[in-house]
């Protein structure tokens, strides 16, 4: 079992910067895969970045590509978002998730088992 606290989230101006963060529970946080998605009022849920459990590969939705950084510090069992040029369609709800050992598939939500309670962005034009 695995509990994620994310922390971080404010209201910025557009062009703005923030950093999220997302605490876990358990000794066995290097074998998850961690993501983070958002969901904005009246949206589904969607992807924004994942980071894989052993090498720390990358990805990216293409709305954030460029702008947003996923990282991840196993020794803290952290896995950051930072988030710079932000827009006011970055805002939303945002949610880390973690999975154990899955290395494909990392958009999809479901494929997630255990998420955090979200953190508010709201980005002001």
């Known amino acids: 079992q695995v509990q994620l606290v994310e922390s971080g989230g404010g209201l910025v101006q557009a062009g703005g910067s923030l950093r999220l963060s997302c605490a876990a529970s358990?000794?066995?946080?290097?074998?998850?895969?961690l993501g983070w998605f958002r969901q904005a009022p009246g949206e589904e849920r969607e992807f924004v970045a994942a980071?894989?459990?052993?090498?720390?590969?990358?990805y990216y939705a293409d709305s954030v590509k460029g702008r947003f950084t996923i990282s991840r510090d196993n020794a803290k069992n952290t896995v950051y978002l930072q988030m710079y040029s932000l827009k006011p369609e970055d805002t939303a709800v945002y949610y880390c998730?973690?999975?154990?050992?899955?290395?494909?598939?990392?958009?999809?939500?479901?494929?997630?088992?255990?998420w955090g309670q979200g953190t508010q962005v709201t980005v002001s034009s």
């Open positions: 998730a973690a999975v154990p050992w899955r290395t494909t598939g990392l958009s999809r939500p479901g494929l997630y088992d255990y």
């Open positions: 358990g000794r066995t946080f290097s074998t998850y895969t």
């Open positions: 980071i894989s459990r052993s090498v720390g590969t990358t």
